[in-house]
């Protein structure tokens, strides 16, 4: 029998909201007691040369102006998905920190043309999975400031504005909110991980094709 693919699943959200930790548990999870083939990777790939000016950029190293920049975030993607489209038709599941969501919801918060931000994104590997970590917007919690380019609460903010306008009603979409029922606190992980263990699980079960869609274009 042939060998069926594995899935695209992508964690989405602003900065520090917990994907990476959750799509390292997952990942632990999918390998060690699922047996799954599954590799994590991550947008900006900062190991390319186009993701070492991307890494520069973010660190204030070097300018672009702001279309450029977008269009570097895109180029990173591309570059990737040869590679990542024969994983996943070898089977791997690909658990991915941030895609072509970002990309947009950015450069928006910048200012940018939402069409103009994704008709260069049009065509990628669609995910078989979106999983957007959010907070209720009330919530105070979790407005995260560091030293990199973007890492300012005002920033964020806008950025957040920018996703919940994305948040899809396509079935691919599912939103994880990461704050407790009172709004104060972040939920425990286990709870978290645990949702998401259930979303993936219909996800896995659901590819009955090898094919994988093209992302933003209509069938
Ligand atoms: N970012 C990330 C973008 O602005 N556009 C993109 O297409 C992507 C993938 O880069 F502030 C932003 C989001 C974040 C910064 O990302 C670096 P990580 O996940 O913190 O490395
Ligand atoms: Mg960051």
Redesign the pocket.
């Known amino acids: 029998m042939a060998t069926k693919r594995g899935a695209l699943i992508i964690f989405e959200g602003l900065?520090r909201i917990g994907k990476t930790t959750q799509s390292k548990l997952l990942f632990e999870y999918l390998s060690n007691e699922c047996g799954i083939l599954c590799e994590r990777l991550?947008?900006?790939d900062r190991s390319t040369q186009i993701g070492s000016l991307i890494d520069a950029y973010?660190q204030r190293k070097i300018e672009f102006n702001d279309h450029t920049i977008?269009l570097l975030?895109?180029a990173n993607?591309w570059e990737c998905i040869d590679s990542m489209r024969t994983k996943l038709l070898q089977g791997y599941t690909l658990i991915v920190?941030?895609?072509?969501y970002?990309?947009v919801a950015?450069?928006q918060a910048k200012g940018l043309d939402k069409l103009w931000c994704q008709s260069c994104d049009i065509g990628l590997l669609k995910p078989d999975l979106v999983l957007y970590f959010h907070r209720e917007k009330q919530s105070n919690c979790l407005l995260y400031t560091g030293d990199?380019?973007?890492?300012t609460k005002q920033f964020q903010e806008k950025v957040e504005f920018y996703f919940e306008q994305f948040r899809s009603s396509s079935h691919q979409w599912k939103d994880i909110n990461v704050i407790n029922k009172d709004n104060t606190n972040m939920r425990d992980k286990e709870s978290i991980q645990n949702e998401i263990r259930l979303y993936v699980k219909d996800c896995l079960e659901g590819i009955k094709t090898n094919h994988i869609e093209e992302l933003w274009k209509e069938n």
């Open positions: 900065d991550a947008f900006p973010l977008h975030f895109s993607r920190d941030r895609y072509a970002s990309g950015f450069s990199e380019r973007y890492e």
